[in-house]
T-cell receptor
Framework: DVKVTQSSRYLVKRTGEKVFLECVQD?????MFWYRQDPGLGLRLIYF???????EKGDIPEGYSVSREKKERFSLILESASTNQTSMYLC????????????FGEGSRLTVL | DAKTTQPPSMDCAEGRAANLPCNHS???????VYWYRQIHSQGPQYIIH???NNETNEMASLIITEDRKSSTLILPHATLRDTAVYYC?????????????FGTGTRLTIIP
């Protein structure tokens, strides 16, 4: 079974802090994704990556950056956290660009005070 | 741009078939219909997808109308564990058009 592991289930940070959300997948998938989920807004794509060291902006990239130094790991970075970035963050991976079958992690709930 | 329309909520009695509708009237010829579900406090889970023909797997069946403007996800014998938010998504198959865009879905509640 594919496993997508997110480093923290719950985080509390202060405004202005730098935040790292880590995601690791164990199935050698090419693609990895970061979404955020907010009530009434569904899931929104922040960034995705089709290969190591490659990244593409999703629908809401502002205030975020990503890093993919190794195939299995995709990190989401909040350079200076703000209260409007309080949200549930979901990482996903897929085998390649053809398939639409994504495997999601359990999510990381971030609260920015 | 909302590519799909789903009812916000539905109830279904345990043991009965749950039929979840989805409208996608602007779907284009190379776009697939995907269904995911999200159980409370978990990440979304892939269920099934299709292009034109009806599809069935161990979780569900997908019925796509002939004009492809709508589809129905069928859970044949709903259990309490099927209570979740169900997302219907239209996705292209060409590079550059293959992102999955999740809407707000249908909240399905299975009633004992």
């Amino acid at each position: 079974d594919v496993k997508v592991t997110q480093s923290s289930r719950y985080l509390v940070k202060r405004t202005g802090e730098k935040v790292f959300l880590e995601c690791v997948q164990d199935m050698d998938h090419e693609n990895m994704f970061w979404y955020r989920q907010d009530p009434g807004l569904g899931l929104r794509l922040i960034y995705f990556s089709y290969d190591v060291k490659m990244k593409e902006k999703g629908d809401i990239p502002e205030g975020y950056s990503v890093s993919r130094e190794k195939k299995e790991r995709f990190s989401l970075i909040l350079e200076s956290a703000s209260t409007n970035q309080t949200s549930m963050y979901l990482c996903a991976s897929s085998f390649d660009r053809i398939t639409g079958e994504l495997f999601f992690g359990e999510g990381s709930r971030l609260t920015v005070l | 741009d909302a590519k799909t329309t789903q009812p916000p909520s539905m109830d279904c009695a345990e043991g009965r078939a749950a039929n979840l509708p989805c409208n996608h009237s602007t779907i284009s010829g190379n776009e697939y219909v995907y269904w995911y579900r999200q159980i409370h406090s978990q990440g979304p889970q892939y269920i099934i997808h299709g292009l034109k023909n009806n599809e069935t797997n161990e979780m569900a069946s997908l019925i796509i109308t002939e004009d492809r403007k709508s589809s129905t996800l069928i859970l044949p014998h709903a259990t309490l564990r099927d209570t979740a938010v169900y997302y219907c998504i239209v996705r292209g198959s060409n590079f550059g058009n293959e992102k999955l865009t999740f809407g707000t879905g249908t909240r399905l509640t299975i009633i004992p």
